[in-house]
């Protein structure tokens, strides 16, 4: 087992640093430092009345590169090159303290969180200024942790790397939205519309884990970087037909779909209504609730219904699969039908999850489905520890939540130039997220990986200390 | 057949583009086994880049044919450089420290650098399009058909499209030199057949790898210009598609092959243009990326490419 001469090569570096390297070393970073930004930040391309020309912003380009040379700096003098006995402590001794306090993670803070969550909509009765934008955003961010378990079967369990998640997530949008406006009208007259969410949420399902296994049958002998490729190409191509069969889809203009219902009675101020029915005073944040305990619902299925999964042959086949696809293959499992299970259980959580997006948004159109979505749940899926669900729990909430937060921060502004407001920065922040998590926690922040099976005696391998095939 | 023709060139103008992305795919996934996900935001930087200095300099269609060869040459030479420096930097960064990683680790990497790069460039360039006056302008007529032959029709082939054709092939020509003629080519064979062999026979290893990132950055920067020139419009996305229609040749050609991609490449952008010729504008990357699935499926070894034999 290669565990511990993993992080020798940093106690190498931690040689005497004369000043002449260190300057050099600066010098070389300023320079490649200011090559990148000048043209594409130093000369801004600015189209006016009909005429582009270009702003020359060359101190912002200095200053960035500055600040560039001077953490470098700060790096080299206080972080790369301290003494060796403060350097060599052993990374095997803090893995395991990681794993004894990951244990108490999942031991305290899942339950924990649960009894939150399930909770949450209770504290916005006392809190006047938790009004329905919370509930709205907690609805939000809650689609994304269900979306991300979802993924999570597929990328964090079986190893298969998904780009084109976010097909399965229109599936099944565009099976609720097409059966609830156009089809069921037609099988079943007017009356069943109240009806046609709980109805249609298997069938969505259903049809989304079908989806997954005719695009993934053909594409699941690959190994794995065809496989994000290929999925990736899967997903742009059900977002083409969304967008050009027309006279199926409407095409971009999208379509008006009925929204969530209380069992058949809809959230409005109207006879016949929740509020009528119930005699209680109309409030929009009825409908927010109901939608929160809706997606929890579906949510926690997905966390269990997984959580149980790992514990069936299946499961263990997914991540044996995920460690060494030969070693699985010589010990008879199918990976085929491995993969091709994962792939289209994932496939029918991020079907649900669909569903549900449009009986809240009331609207589908085919931008809701850009690749760029399947790139946030995978960095949802990365950020949380791959394979991890309570992680995907945290990562959901920080990158949601900061993307809100991204929206608040008009202290920036001062700092930034004019004309940018922090939100744009919010995906650029997700991309170095998932740079620096995979260069310096590849395997997350608080997983651990336990074997489900074992012989005599459980060890637990932290999953930094472990490359492929090892552990 | 006149309409055939026409597309023949189009399709030939467009697969040399496709072509020169391809190249750096097939290169970098023959040295380091992973797919730089990266590549197609490098050729978004290239032509972001020559945008900026075309539009620095200020040469427009008007100016006099030595102004703009000159021009031409200078920013070919500097979205080439500024290229090389942002994919040799993505590799230092997040490629190289992901060496012996797990599987997904590099090629997770990739896409949270892709979507970097193009979010950096459209918060500092701008989301919107950047239009360009045509600079290079003028054509032949090859062929022409009158209204009594069957409809009026004329067979064009523009300046731009026979530059684009012409410097392809003899970039082509030069790279392939410089792989099989040199030391450095040497090296970069050397690497790509067994990188633990090839260092203890005394190659520098890393340092092959960082120029193969460069020679590939060259190449899709020049790439970059090309499609600047040729369409006349650049922005922060167009990397993604052309990425993925690039890697679909690089893979139809076989992956690790470097004439594979380039031909890869052409029958890609035939593919593309016949498709949208004849069938219907509005699938023309559906109709790419199903070629992609079914070279995957049927032919995973690609055109010219060698069978991969999985070793344990």
């Given amino acids: ?357 449009a009986a809240r948004q009331g609207f589908v159109s085919p931008e809701s489905f850009v690749y760029i979505e399947s790139a946030l749940i995978l960095a949802i899926v990365v950020l949380g520890g791959l394979g991890s669900q309570i992680g995907i729990v945290f990562s959901a909430i920080a990158i949601m939540g900061s993307f809100e937060l991204f929206r608040e921060m008009d202290f920036m502004k001062v700092v930034l130039p004019s004309g940018t407001e922090p939100i744009q920065f919010r995906m650029l922040a997700v991309g170095l997220a998932m740079v620096l998590m995979m260069r310096f926690r590849p395997r997350g922040f608080v997983t651990k990986r336990e074997p489900t099976v074992f012989l005599k005696e459980k060890k637990s391998v932290s999953g930094d200390l472990v490359a492929e095939g090892h552990g | 057949m006149e309409y055939f023709l026409q597309q023949l060139i189009n399709g030939l103008t467009l697969g040399s583009i496709y072509g020169l992305i391809a190249i750096g795919y097939t290169m970098v996934y023959g040295i380091i086994g992973m797919i730089n996900f990266a590549h197609g935001d490098v050729f978004m930087v290239g032509s972001m880049v020559s945008f900026i200095v075309l539009l620095a300099l200020g040469v427009t269609g008007g100016s006099g044919a030595f102004m703009i060869i000159f021009a031409l040459a200078l920013v070919v030479v500097i979205a080439m450089l500024i290229a090389s420096v942002y994919n040799w930097t993505i590799e230092r960064v997040a490629y190289r420290p992901l060496r012996g990683s797990f599987r997904l680790a590099p090629l997770i990497s990739a896409i949270g650098m892709s979507i970097v790069l193009q979010e950096f460039v459209r918060i500092a360039q701008e989301g919107r399009p950047k239009p360009m006056q045509p600079l290079i302008t003028g054509g032949y007529e090859l062929m022409h058909r009158t209204l009594a032959e069957g409809g009026d029709f004329t067979v064009k082939i523009s300046n731009m499209q026979i530059m684009i054709i012409v410097s392809t092939l003899v970039l082509m020509t030069v790279f392939t030199m410089l792989i099989q003629r040199t030391a450095l080519g040497r090296a970069q064979r050397a690497c790509e057949q067994d990188t633990k062999m090839a260092s203890l026979l005394g190659i520098n290893v890393d340092r092959t790898i960082s120029i193969t990132f460069i020679l590939g950055a060259c190449l899709a920067a020049f790439a970059g210009l090309m499609f600047l020139l040729y369409y006349n419009v650049t922005d922060f996305f167009i990397g993604f598609l052309a990425g993925i229609k690039a890697f679909t040749a690089a893979v139809l050609g076989g992956i690790g092959s470097i004439p594979g991609a380039m031909l890869g490449g052409l029958v890609i952008g035939m593919i593309e243009v016949m498709w949208s010729a004849y069938f219907s504008v509005e699938y023309k990357d559906v109709a790419a990326f199903t070629v992609l699935v079914m070279v995957l499926i049927f032919m995973p070894q690609g055109l010219l490419g060698k069978p991969e034999v999985e070793k344990i």
């Fill in chain 1, 1 to 357: 087992m290669s565990v511990a001469p993993k992080n020798n090569s940093s106690s190498d570096d931690s040689k005497a640093l004369t000043t002449s390297a260190l300057t050099k070393d600066l010098i070389s970073t300023a320079i490649i430092t200011l090559l990148v930004l000048i043209p594409i930040v130093a000369m801004k391309t600015v189209i006016g009345q009909g005429i582009i020309s270009i702003v020359y912003r060359f101190g912002m380009a200095f200053a960035l590169t500055g600040i560039v040379v001077g953490t470098r700096l700060f790096l080299h003098l206080f972080v790369w090159h301290k003494a060796p006995s403060a350097g060599s402590k052993s990374t095997l001794t803090s893995g395991l303290k990681s794993v004894s306090f990951s244990e108490t993670i999942t031991k305290y803070i899942a339950p924990g969180l649960l009894i939150f969550a399930l909770l949450f909509p209770v504290f916005t009765f006392f809190h006047p200024i938790w009004d329905k934008r919370v509930m709205d955003l907690a609805v939000y961010i809650l689609i994304y942790i269900m979306l991300g378990w979802g993924l999570n079967v597929v990328v964090g369990l079986a190893g298969l790397l998904d780009l084109g998640y976010v097909a399965f997530y229109a599936v099944g949008a565009y099976a609720y939205a097409l059966l609830s406006t156009v089809y069921f009208p037609q099988w079943f007259g007017t009356g069943i519309l109240p009806w046609a969410f709980y109805i249609t949420l298997p069938v969505a399902g259903l049809l989304a884990a079908t989806w997954g296994v005719v695009l993934g049958f053909p594409v699941l002998r690959l190994r794995g970087d065809y496989l994000a490729i290929v999925t990736l190409a899967f997903g742009e191509m059900i977002r083409l037909v969304l967008v050009n069969w027309f006279s199926f889809t409407n095409g971009p203009q999208g379509i008006s779909v009925p929204k969530i219902t209380f069992f058949g009675l809809p959230f409005k101020d109207a006879p016949g209504s929740f509020s009528d029915f119930f005699g209680i005073q109309f409030n929009r944040i009825h409908f927010y609730i109901f939608l929160y305990y809706v997606i929890l619902t579906l949510a926690l299925i997905t966390y269990f219904v997984t959580k149980r999964l790992r514990r069936l042959p299946i499961g263990r086949a997914w991540e044996a699969l995920r460690e060494d696809e030969i070693a699985c293959r010589s010990l008879g499992i199918n990976t085929t039908t491995t993969k091709l299970t994962a792939f289209a259980i994932g496939a029918m959580f991020g079907g649900f999850a669909g569903s549900f997006f």
